[in-house]
């Protein structure tokens, strides 16, 4: 699998570029975004772009993107419609209206999704972030992308937001330990291929509040 990690401001979320055809989370800067991806790709090559949920700073290039490159949108059932919703989507935190997006694909926990090189990723329901928050996991090469459930350090994603839940953020980290991931693809933050199985093990104490 190959994956160009992209991130185009300090504080923008990260996207991940997979085998030249599948773009996970977008960003803010779609100027940025999108000079990043032509280092790599012709736009137009570009399929399908992910949405690990609905949050402002992991979804706001996502409408140009498509409308350019005419890939679709894919996001959880559960936060479909929080996409256009300036509260729960956190566009207002911003200063920012949130993005009309009409997604034209709707994920659910245990799809799989082909990304070329007889690869596919895997959709995990890890609700908790948001009500419809994914992880994705390729096994062959044992990649976890985590937008902003786990992070590398033991971090875990904010439930104080609207939509979100520690109880089943918990949850949602309890099914990713079970998980062998080599490499992991945070939301925010560099790369870590650093003893990542242990890295979630520590994120499931911090949710618990077991340190």
């Given at each position: ?12 979320a ?30 137009k ?41 300036d ?32 690869e ?67 939301g925010?933050g ?5 003893d ?16």
């Amino acid at each position: 699998m190959q994956v160009r990690h992209i991130n185009t401001a300090l504080y923008d979320a990260n996207s991940y570029l997979i085998n030249g055809k599948v773009l996970v989370d977008t960003g803010m800067n779609t100027k940025g975004l999108l000079e990043e991806i032509a280092k790599s790709i012709e736009l137009k090559d570009l399929e399908l772009v992910i949405l690990t949920h609905c949050h402002y700073d992991h979804t706001a290039s996502a409408l140009e993107i498509s409308r350019l490159s005419g890939a679709k949108i894919a996001i959880h059932n559960n936060d479909a419609a929080l996409l256009k919703n300036d509260n729960v989507s956190a566009a207002s935190l911003f200063g920012y209206k949130a993005p009309a997006i009409e997604p034209d694909i709707l994920l659910n926990e245990g799809d799989r999704i082909d990304i070329g090189n007889d690869e596919e990723l895997e959709v995990i329901h890890t609700p908790g972030h948001t009500p419809g928050g994914i992880c994705l996991y390729e096994a062959q090469s044992k990649s976890l992308f985590s937008g902003d459930t786990v992070f590398p350090g033991g971090s875990i994603g904010r439930t104080d937001f609207e939509g979100g839940s520690r109880p089943q953020l918990t949850e949602s980290i309890g099914k990713l330990v079970k998980l062998d991931v080599r490499t992991l693809y945070p939301g925010h933050g560099e790369v870590s291929s650093n003893d990542v199985n242990r890295q979630i093990e520590l994120s499931l104490r911090m949710s618990k509040g077991i340190f």
